[in-house]
C-alpha cells in the first residue's frame, strides 16, 4: 500500500513559478513510477509529467520546457517544479504512483493522492 500526499499548490500570476511536492509512504516508492496528472475545470484529467524508478522522465509536450518532474527516493518526495505559469495550467494537479514504469494512462495507475489547487491568474 502506498499513500500520497500533495502540497504546494496556490494562486500565482502568469510567468511565475511554483513546486509541488508529493510524499510517498511505503518502503517501495524507489521502485514505483511516479506520475503527475492534472484536471482543469470542465476538464477531463490528463497526463503531466512522469519519472520511472531510474530517472527517466517523460512529459506532455504542452509543458515541455517549462516544468521538470525530479525524485528523491531518500526522502520518498516526487516533486513538479513549474515556470513560466500559464492560465491554462489552471488545474488540480494529482501525484500517482505504480509499480513498473511510466505510462500516459490513468487508469494503470494504482495510487493517487488527494489533489493541490494551482491557480494562474493573468
Known amino acids: 500500500q502506498v499513500q500520497l500526499v500533495e502540497s504546494g499548490g496556490g494562486l500565482v500570476q502568469a510567468g511565475g513559478s511554483l513546486r509541488l511536492s508529493c510524499a510517498a509512504s511505503g518502503r517501495t516508492f524507489s521502485t514505483y513510477a511516479m506520475g503527475w496528472f492534472r484536471q482543469g475545470p470542465g476538464k477531463e484529467r490528463e497526463f503531466v509529467a512522469g519519472t520511472n524508478w531510474n530517472g527517466r522522465t517523460y512529459y506532455v509536450d504542452s509543458v515541455k520546457g517549462r516544468f521538470t518532474i525530479s525524485r528523491d527516493n531518500a526522502k520518498n518526495t516526487v516533486y513538479l517544479q513549474m515556470n513560466s505559469l500559464k492560465p491554462e495550467d489552471t488545474a488540480v494537479y494529482y501525484c500517482?504512483?505504480?509499480?513498473?514504469?511510466?505510462?500516459?494512462?490513468?487508469?494503470?495507475?494504482?495510487?493517487w493522492g488527494q489533489g493541490t489547487q494551482v491557480t494562474v491568474s493573468s
Open positions: 500517482a504512483a505504480r509499480p513498473s514504469n511510466v505510462t500516459m494512462r490513468e487508469a494503470e495507475y494504482a495510487y
